[in-house]
């Protein structure tokens, strides 16, 4: 029997309108919604299904807002196929969709995760406005050579490989003149294009680092238990059963590269041949299909 994994999105993938029908459709979705108002003190719902798309894209918004309605979309497919949730015997989560990753695999409820999502978002917003950055995918190029343009672009500047997502998908993250440069000179060395992406700041780089620390206080606070099933680390590619690690790894995911590519390879290789993609869009679903076109990966419908 194939082996299922589920995949949950990060920051980028939310658009307006999301988890509208969810709400609509499925109680137990909707209540979270509504638990997700009480516990942040506004109309998350609203602004989830309506926009403004401005403020629903800022990072202080957009993290709760993936968080609950990636989990609104595990409720559905809890309700319309309880046997794929408890065939899952893995969990992986890009960036953002960690948190949501541990809340499926026990580490974490709903209501402390979703203030550590809080919490995370209003501090690397905060972070990003006191360093104006970005991020920017190069497509086409091995890592050694973005390494090197990240060396020849940076010119004092904070310029880092933020995520290495599959063969030929890069993201480098730094300040707004280094990523400027980045994209110039990758456009040089043959890149086959170069993306801007929708975020606010230079996430997963030393430019985060007064947002590591707010994280910190506030995951001391949380108590983490060992998860149910693998949830697999954006930061070294692997799982882990001790909470007192689990906590220092998601502090250090905030200034480190997310390894999606390693995390998807540690996956394969364990047998994982089936997975779903719970939340918002489909990035996931085809960064897999660059690393192997051979397996299967679902999309759950937001």
Known sequence: ??????????????????????????????RL???????????????????????????VCSQPALFVTSLAALEALRCESPHVVLSCEAAAGLSLGEYTAMVFGGV??????????????AAMQEAANATPGGMISVLGLERVEVERICQEASQGDILRVANLLCPGNIVISGTNAACERAAELALQRGASRVVPLAVAGAFHTPIMRPADQRLAEAIAKVRMRSPRIPVISNVDAEPHTDPEEIRALLIRQVIEPVRWEDSMRYLLAQG??????????????????????NVTCHCVEV
């Open 1 to 30: 029997m194939t082996r299922i994994a589920f995949l949950f999105p990060g920051q980028g993938a939310q658009f307006v309108g999301m988890g509208k029908r969810l709400a609509e459709s499925v109680p137990v979705a909707r």
């Open 33 to 59: 919604y509504e638990e997700a108002n009480r516990i942040l003190g506004y109309d998350l719902a609203k602004l989830c299904f309506e926009g403004p798309a401005d403020e629903l894209d800022s990072t």
């Open 108 to 121: 974490m409820d709903f209501e402390e995760g979703l203030m550590l999502v809080q919490i995370r978002g």
């Open 272 to 293: 994982f041949g089936e997975f779903y993609e719970v939340g918002p869009g489909r990035v996931l679903r085809g960064l897999l299909r660059r690393i192997d076109r």
